[in-house]
């Protein structure tokens, strides 16, 4: 038998999830970083700039709140990403692709030059059900 949540519980894990992003000291904000295959180096880090990362979860999703361009990429491949906290701790990871690839993340290129400007227009976390 599969272990089910309710949407309350749901909500409950994914709200403390995204909550560690807001812990730490050593950054002014937590970020959202995007790597290179295996997380060996970043192509770009973006900060998460609101007054939380993430907003309160609604049956199991907490979607960000404002995430800052980086227009000065160091560049590279892009292929995953990690959220870290304020101390550059992970929090969560997962892929990036281009649009259509299927990743956790998509771009609309993963080749990303020197100093080209990284965009996220939205990310969610999402706690599932079952």
Do not use: E, W
Not at 84 to 91: E, L, M, R, S
Not at 113 to 120: F, K, L, N, P, S
Request: aromatic content about 4%; charged content about 5%; overall charge negative.
């Amino acid at each position: 038998m599969a272990v089910t949540l309710s949407n309350a519980a749901a909500s409950g894990a994914a709200n403390a999830v995204v909550d560690l992003l807001d812990a730490g000291s050593s950054n002014t904000y937590p970020q959202l970083r995007i790597n290179i295959s295996g997380n060996a180096s970043t192509v770009a880090a973006l900060n998460f700039t609101g007054s939380t990362a993430f907003g309160a979860a609604s049956n199991g999703v907490c979607t960000a709140g404002t995430i800052a361009d980086n227009t000065n990429a160091p560049g590279g491949t892009a292929a995953a990403f990690q959220t870290v906290d304020q101390d550059g701790t992970v929090v969560f990871s997962g892929t990036v692709t281009a649009t259509g690839g299927g990743g956790d993340i998509t771009l609309s290129s993963v080749a990303v030059g020197a100093t080209d400007t990284v965009a996220v227009s939205s990310l969610t976390y999402t706690q599932p059900t079952s």
